[in-house]
């Protein structure tokens, strides 16, 4: 492969990477309204500064597409989505909050994706369905369970909008990837004790991993390994039980 792709997904990733940490230290204010739009696309000016961590984050990141993906529109569509999901890690972090922009993109590279795989349509449709329905119908769970919020509504954008972009197959991945991942680094953090039991943990930095993790490796090996893992529990409870009866 010629290094011209290279070159161009650099640049991006050079130019974007100026913009993220802006964006993650104002966007909330704007979104709470503490600014004015106004207010911030002055901040823009006035209050940038040259960041390093985030461009090479982007410089790894958008070479490692090109060289796993190749060079093709789907390059472009996730170098925005990678973006944008930066965006959600970072804010959501720090702030507890996903912006409604983070959702617009990720839906709007999935609309051009859809324009280049019309022909199977319906999995996407589904996709942004199933994938901000789960999380949907969890929040209400808790709600009605343990009377507090347990999915923000912001998660529930985000799935749509990556089952929008990533279709049903791919969400569904996600979200197990996304609740496996959570739960492992949820007990981890309790046992450093970093959070407490019934503290409130962001589930937006867990979509952001498992979606790269999708991005980047092939979902057939995390279905085969889910499955796997179910025929191994399934095998060794049904010994269990067998032990107990005997």
Known sequence: MSCVPYIIVSLLGILLGQVTKHLCKKMPDWVSEKITFKEYLRTLRYDFKIDIKYTLIYLVLYNLLVYIQGFSYITIVYAFCIFSLMLVFSIDYRYELIPDECHIIIATVGAINLCFNIDIWYSYLIGAIVGGGIFYLLGILA??????????????????ALGFLFGIKNILVI?????????????????????????????????????????????????NVYF??????????????YKIVS
């Open 143 to 160: 709600l009605i369970i343990y009377k507090k919020e347990g999915m923000g509504f912001g998660d529930v954008k985000l799935m749509a």
């Open 175 to 223: 979200t197990v990837l996304s609740f496996a991942l959570g739960a492992v680094i949820s007990i981890i953090l309790m046992i450093i004790k970093k959070r407490k039991l019934d503290s409130y943990i962001p589930f937006g930095p867990f979509i952001v991993l498992s979606t790269l993790l999708v991005i980047y490796f092939d979902v057939d090996i995390f279905i």
């Open 228 to 241: 796997s893992f179910c025929m191994w529990l399934g095998t060794g409870i049904t010994d269990l039980i």
